[in-house]
């Protein structure tokens, strides 16, 4: 294609994309009717008929479309069909677009003549790093306002247009390459539909009964270290003595305040996020202009339960995500971000809606209320001690503080972890009610999607994970981590190929025991598996036969836990011998068995020598001859059967993403933006080392390292090097055997000085 009809295009396409439809036209028309610009007069023509369908030019539009269809490729011939059959129905009348607080401004899809739509596939404009998303919205059944979205202050250029190859198979497949745009089936919704099977509830129950036991334990706990060691430091200090208030059992204060912080959570929380996140009231006025099926959703659910609305609330957040908090139904608060309306379409944001009502009709918000109550703090205490050390100039001052926020930190992951299983399981509730009350699964499997693409876009956009993402993730339908690769892996893999590892790697639950979430394909699939109940087509073709995955291969996965179990049985083969010996009057060893103290060294070398087992394989050699690069990413990403253990070694070129400063002293938060998506990245520094990781974040590096297929993709670093030579190593192996060696020599000290002791 000649240079100057490829910059007319380029400029064609980001007109269209900044809402001047004229300017769009007058650039894309000469394209449109070259007969030897190929490729780029497809999608000419494609941008025409975006750009006469808003301008009111219903004619124009219909008789591109008309040529479109005439196309030898399937993925336009399928798009054009869809487009056609579209244009040709009458629509409402145009709504009009608005600014909103987070910058972001609305375009109108509909034409203001002929009030018609584009049509309802009109492709999504990939995620790119520093691009924004066009997305245009539809649904067939309630009305629909659009609301498509451009980041007014920025100006990015379009991907460079596809080649003609760049299109993906046929048009059964969820995801294809269409001119550098997403495609979406949009599958259709059931007209009427017959109530699903009523689903057993004592696994919720129990487990948010466990949760709060759980929540209670873990607070009693480090409530008692903490009034023991301000004791202790107490006694130790000259002209003072221990407070005697603080050698109190705190346990019925403390199960008493639980209960009266369940109680008033829903206005404690109110206070917490206007205050810490700008939060602000909603009314169901403003939600009816971006989804009317939302409101009726929600009228119509409450009144059949003979609740009142939940009260509405949102947050001025570019990323999509909604959260509901509450200690009954009827104080219940409906949390909604700017980004997921301005991002989901109308039928998409009613399921999204809807699943927040399960939550309520399941009663599990009020446990993750309890706790979000109780995280929050944590996390805006972490987050206030890290910009205090970010102001320490001098190093040996700034330690303690690092040393401190890294405390609050670990304190805030243990909380959070108490409630993990029920953030996993009560999401399979809400997706079904949701499904339920909406008559629309695809919908709520293109939400999800579009979720995670929009938390991906958004930590791009930051160049790392919002303080909002993190300490409001357990409430969010979509984990912020969880999106890293499935957000942005769309370019360049299908949502079917990426999302088959979730449902064809028969170990891949195991992976999910420290997430926050469920797995995404197993999600999908129960919500495809609802589909077909109700003899729809489905949004997304999951792959539904397991992948052959070598049984020893999870076995040396899990070694280290398996050593607990072996210790078990190493310490019960002790005993045994203990009491043999004394029964045959061989040796008296009582005093040793009558004590549990050597139950606890057995473990503890048990876990020891399956760490060792483990390291070899877990952390091979990185020969050059075998190292994977960017472009092998989407291959690794779409294997069902990969497990971590399998160690793939890799060498990506992208940029390092992550907070600055305090916040991240332990590397909690670094991404790797590279040419294929977003990948985590778990680094361990070196005591003495010179460089530091946060030096390189924002910088264009080389990462060296094993690369793992587990529920949340990541590297496991061994270099970072920057252009200049730059290199920062993380050794992972070390660590992994110092590890074991602690492990080794805990167990033996446990078990040598408990008998030492009681012999004594």
Same mark, same amino acid.
């Given at each position: 294609m000649p240079s100057h009809a490829k910059s007319s295009l380029e400029a064609g396409l980001v007109a269209l994309k900044q809402g001047n439809y004229q300017t769009a036209i007058a650039q894309l028309e000469p394209i449109a009717s070259s007969q030897s610009s190929g490729t780029a007069s497809l999608q000419a023509q494609v941008g025409l008929v975006m750009a006469y369908a808003r301008t009111g030019e219903v004619s124009k539009a219909i008789a591109i479309s008309q040529n479109l269809i005439e196309s030898n490729n399937p993925q336009v011939q399928e798009w054009a069909t869809r487009?056609?059959?579209?244009?040709?129905?009458?629509?409402?009348?145009?709504?009009?677009?608005?600014?909103?607080?987070? &910058?972001?401004?609305?375009?109108?899809?509909?034409?203001?003549?002929?009030?018609?739509?584009?049509?309802?596939?009109?492709?999504?404009?990939?995620?790119?790093?520093?691009?924004?998303?066009?997305?245009?919205?539809?649904?067939?059944?309630?009305?629909?306002? %659009?609301?498509?979205?451009?980041?007014?202050?920025?100006?990015?250029?379009?991907?460079?247009? !596809?080649?003609?190859?760049?299109?993906?198979?046929?048009?059964?497949?969820?995801?294809?390459?269409?001119?550098?745009?997403?495609? =979406?089936?949009?599958?259709?919704r059931a007209r009427a539909w017959q109530p699903l099977r009523k689903p057993k509830l004592i696994p919720l129950r129990l487990l948010s009964a466990g949760t709060f036991i759980a929540l209670f334990w873990v607070m009693r706990e480090i409530l008692k270290l903490a009034m023991g060691l301000i004791n202790q430091t107490l006694v130790k200090l000259p002209y003072v003595g221990p407070l005697q208030v603080l050698y109190n059992d705190p346990t019925k204060l403390l199960l008493i305040v639980l209960v009266i912080l369940i109680g008033v959570s829903p206005w404690l929380l109110d206070l917490l996020l206007a205050n810490l996140y700008g939060q602000r009231e909603f009314s169901k006025d403003v939600l009816n202009t971006h989804s009317r099926e939302a409101v009726r959703v929600l009228q119509r659910c409450c009144q059949q339960r003979h609740w009142p609305l939940p009260k509405l609330r949102i947050l001025p957040m570019a990323a999509p995500i909604i959260?509901?908090? *509450?200690?009954? %139904?009827?104080?219940?608060?409906?949390?909604?971000?700017?980004?997921?309306l301005e991002q989901l379409a109308d039928d998409e944001i009613a399921t999204i809606y809807a699943t927040q009502l399960g939550h309520i009709a399941h009663w599990d918000f009020a446990v993750m209320s309890l706790l979000v109550l109780v995280t929050l703090p944590t996390h805006q205490l972490y987050q206030q001690v890290s910009k205090w050390g970010d102001k320490i100039s001098t190093k040996i001052w700034r330690w303690p503080v690092t040393i401190l926020a890294s405390l609050i930190y670990g304190v805030w992951c243990l909380l959070t972890g108490t409630a993990l299983w029920l953030s996993q399981l009560r999401l399979y509730y809400s997706d079904r009610v949701a499904s339920e009350i909406t008559g629309n699964p695809n919908?709520?499997?293109?939400?999800?999607?579009?979720?995670?693409? *929009?938390?991906?876009?958004?930590?791009?956009?930051?160049?790392?994970? /919002? =303080?909002?993402l993190e300490s409001l993730n357990l409430l969010t339908p979509v984990s912020h981590q969880q999106s890293l690769s499935l957000g942005t892996i769309a370019s360049n893999l299908s949502f079917e190929s990426f999302l088959k590892w979730d449902t064809a790697n028969p170990y891949g639950r195991w992976f999910t025991i420290n997430n926050s979430h469920p797995l995404m394909g197993d999600r999908i699939e129960r919500l495809c598996q609802i589909a077909r109940h109700w003899h729809l087509d489905t949004e997304l073709h999951l792959a539904s036969e397991p992948s052959k995955v070598k049984r020893q291969s999870f076995l040396l996965q899990?070694?280290?836990?398996? *050593?607990?179990?072996?210790?078990?049985?190493?310490?019960?083969?002790?005993?045994?011998?203990?009491?043999?010996?004394?029964?045959?009057?061989?040796?008296?060893?009582?005093?040793?068995?009558?004590?549990?103290?050597?139950?606890? &060294?057995?473990?503890l070398i048990g876990f020891s020598i399956g760490t060792v087992m483990r390291i070899n394989s877990f952390f091979p050699d990185i020969k050059p001859a075998t190292v994977q690069t960017d472009d092998s990413l989407p291959n690794l990403l779409s294997d069902p059967s990969a497990l971590p253990i399998d160690s793939i070694s890799v060498r990506l070129v992208g940029k390092l993403l992550g907070r600055q400063g305090t916040s991240n002293s332990l590397a909690q938060d670094l991404i790797l933006q590279s040419s294929a998506g977003l990948v985590k990245l778990h680094h361990?520094?070196?005591?003495?080392?010179? &460089?530091?990781?946060?030096?390189?974040?924002?910088?264009?590096?080389?990462?060296? *390292?094993?690369?793992?297929?587990?529920?949340?993709?990541?590297?496991?670093?061994?270099?970072?090097?920057?252009?200049?030579?730059?290199?920062?190593?993380?050794?992972?192996?070390? =660590? /992994?055997?110092?590890? !074991?060696? !602690?492990?080794l020599t805990w167990g033996a000290y446990v078990f040598l000085t408990g008998s030492l002791v009681i012999g004594h």
């Open positions: 487009a056609l059959e579209h244009l040709t129905k009458r629509k409402k009348p145009d709504q009009e677009s608005k600014n909103v607080e987070t &910058g972001f401004v609305a375009f109108d899809n509909s034409t203001p003549d002929a009030n018609l739509d584009p049509p309802p596939v009109t492709p999504t404009l990939e995620e790119k790093p520093n691009d924004q998303v066009i997305e245009t919205k539809s649904d067939d059944t309630p009305p629909m306002v %659009p609301l498509t979205r451009l980041k007014a202050t920025v100006a990015t250029p379009l991907p460079p247009p !596809a080649p003609l190859s760049g299109f993906m198979g046929s048009v059964t497949r969820t995801q294809a390459k269409l001119f550098g745009v997403i495609y =979406w089936r949009q599958a259709q959260l509901t908090y *509450g200690s009954l %139904p009827r104080n219940a608060r409906i949390v909604v971000s700017q980004g997921l919908a709520l499997i293109r939400a999800l999607l579009k979720i995670a693409i *929009g938390i991906a876009a958004d930590i791009q956009k930051e160049e790392h994970t /919002s =303080w909002q899990i070694a280290p836990w398996l *050593g607990i179990p072996l210790g078990v049985l190493l310490a019960a083969l002790v005993w045994i011998t203990w009491q043999l010996a004394f029964a045959l009057k061989f040796l008296n060893l009582k005093w040793i068995y009558d004590d549990s103290s050597f139950i606890t &060294g057995c473990l361990i520094s070196w005591l003495g080392q010179s &460089g530091n990781h946060q030096e390189l974040i924002g910088r264009e590096i080389i990462v060296t *390292g094993w690369f793992r297929r587990g529920a949340t993709p990541w590297i496991d670093i061994q270099t970072l090097e920057t252009q200049s030579g730059k290199t920062i190593h993380s050794p992972h192996p070390i =660590w /992994s055997f110092v590890l !074991a060696l !602690a492990a």
